[in-house]
């Protein structure tokens, strides 16, 4: 068998044994990181790999969290921040209640920045904001809230890029190399594992924000989970994608308006 091939057969017995399906994931993406973790471990090839994480629970919870995690960082592209402020905020403002989907979040950075500018619009108060990923680890890494002190540097240039209105330094504590986020940013988060590629919609949100997840998906997974936003958002509700990642040709297209087309910001039309 080719490493194709046997790659194909890898991810079909994960699927059959764990229930996580990686089908609808892009091959080049996939392919490079199950060979980025077999190298690291030493495996000889990709069989040797297959052997131990189909026989090995705690060899498959650790492959998983390695090829799941996601690059982010605190308030990437800070005009997509901006553009939340100016031209989602304001109408957020105007409900009892406001419900936000984090999809994907990863190790919570974004989760973080979010969190920060509603208390900085005065909402985080009357939000309740479900943050979920695939991967148990990353979720336990943003519940936490600690990061290396290195990053603050350019998220303190960020935050203020992306209209921040204090002294970044007021929202965390410093020691000892790192930082850890005020805990009470958290108050209204609700973690919970959630997979993109085979779980069903759990709520009805006015925002959810799912960045740079899609462009590692297929388009049959993408248009999946574009179908999953939609019938999870109210009507006039937003959702906001990656740069690289847009609505165009999708099955969904026509249920949308854009409001910003460079920060990929999209609000629901009301169903007829």
């Not at 030493?42 to 026989?55: F, G, P, R, S, V």
Request: contains cysteine; proline residues 3%; aromatic residues 16%.
């Amino acid at each position: 068998m080719t490493f194709d091939e046997k790659l194909e057969d890898l991810i079909q017995k994960v699927h059959q044994k764990y229930g996580y399906d990686f089908s609808g994931y892009t091959r080049s993406s996939f392919s490079r990181r199950v060979s980025r973790f077999y190298l690291r471990k030493n495996y000889k090839d990709i069989d040797e790999l297959a052997q131990d994480i189909l026989y090995d629970e705690k060899e498959f919870t650790y492959f998983l969290q390695e090829i799941t995690v996601n690059v982010t960082e605190m308030f990437r592209d800070p005009s997509f921040f901006l553009s939340l402020r100016k031209n989602v905020f304001p109408l957020l403002s105007t409900y009892p209640y406001i419900k936000i989907w984090d999809a994907g979040c990863s190790t919570g950075e974004e989760l973080f920045s979010l969190a920060i500018m509603l208390k900085e619009e005065n909402l985080l108060h009357k939000t309740k904001i479900y943050a979920t990923d695939i991967n148990p680890k990353v979720l336990q890494t943003a519940k936490e809230g600690i990061y290396p002190v290195s990053m603050i540097k350019d998220t303190t240039k960020n935050y203020y890029e992306s209209g921040g209105k204090e002294s970044f330094s007021k929202y965390y504590i410093s020691n000892y190399g790192s930082i850890k986020f005020d805990s009470e940013l958290l108050e209204n988060v609700i973690f919970y594992p959630h997979n993109l590629a085979t779980d069903s919609s759990f709520n009805e949100f006015q925002l959810i924000i799912c960045r740079n997840v899609l462009i590692y998906f297929n388009k049959v997974l993408q248009d999946r989970v574009f179908k999953l936003f939609s019938d999870s958002l109210v009507d006039l509700g937003y959702l906001g994608l990656g740069l690289k990642e847009t609505l165009y040709l999708s099955p969904v297209q026509k249920s949308f308006e854009v409001i910003d087309k460079e920060n990929k910001i999209y609000r629901k039309n009301i169903t007829k």
